[in-house]
């Protein structure tokens, strides 16, 4: 596994009048772990797409390994930077395997056994070989998450974005999804992971990012933002959720 560097410079983004990032920067070393959390509605999901340009920045820089990349193609860089949603997004008509060997012949052009062969392996992987021929709707929640999972590590990414990846599991569900993603991290990949798994984000992240109204408020090490909370905002938004 390769990973990458993160750095985002001053970004900012506006839907109409309201201004959503204003003014972003974070650094995220190759291998690292950065768990953000904040209230809802305060960019965090704006910040994630904007890393990999589904949102493109109105202004700032995004680095990967100490390149820009803000202007270089959006697809190449989808494809170094994977994303796992709170919502799967799996096809649903489709096989699991397909899930995964579609996007990887349109993506890196491979021929149907290559394809085969790698999806086969990312599925070993999670846990879930046997379920290559069934649609989605055949998987609880949890499987069908770490199948979207499987799918984005196909791709052989240098960095994975994860937006609230177990917010729409089941509470049963959410330890083996988190599991997988501790193992990422335990391997090197470069992870950001919007959570609201305060524990998760203790235990895995190097870096906690607290966010606030479009802005990054603190950041530290776990035991520095969740023991030793500098800010009001922070204070007051883990009195609510810890
Ligand atoms: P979070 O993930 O922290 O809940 P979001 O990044 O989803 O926050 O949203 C931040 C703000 O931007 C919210 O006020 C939200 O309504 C607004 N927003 C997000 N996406 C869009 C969009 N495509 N168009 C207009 N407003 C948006
Ligand atoms: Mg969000």
Not at 189 to 217: C, N, P, S, W, Y
């Amino acid at each position: 596994m390769s990973s990458s560097s993160v750095e985002l410079r001053d970004i900012h983004v506006s839907f109409g009048t309201l201004e959503v990032l204003r003014g972003v920067s974070l650094s995220v070393a190759a291998g690292e772990t950065a768990c953000v959390i904040g209230p809802s509605g305060s960019g965090k999901s704006t910040l994630l797409r904007a890393t990999n340009r589904l949102q493109e920045p109105d202004s700032g820089d995004i680095l990967l390994d100490g390149t820009s990349v803000v202007r270089s193609n959006p697809d190449k860089l989808r494809q170094r930077v994977g994303m796992v949603f709170q919502h799967f997004n799996l096809f649903p008509h489709r096989t699991v395997l397909d899930n995964i060997v579609l996007p990887l012949r349109d993506v890196r052009r491979l021929s149907r056994a290559e394809a085969e062969e790698i999806a086969m392996a990312r599925l070993t992987e999670v846990g879930l070989a046997e379920k290559a021929p069934f649609r989605p709707a055949a998987l609880s929640g949890g499987q069908q998450q770490r199948v979207a999972i499987a799918r984005a590590l196909a791709m052989d990414p240098e960095v994975m974005l994860f937006d609230e990846a177990t917010s729409a599991l089941d509470p049963e569900l959410v330890k083996g999804v988190l599991d997988l993603m501790a193992g990422l991290a335990g391997r090197g990949l470069t992870l950001i992971v919007v959570t609201h798994e305060m524990g998760f984000a203790r235990r895995v992240a190097d870096k906690v990012v607290f966010m606030d109204q479009g802005v990054i408020v603190e950041e530290g090490p776990p035991e520095a933002v969740f023991d030793a909370p500098r800010s009001p905002r922070l204070k007051q938004f883990l009195s609510q959720v810890l």
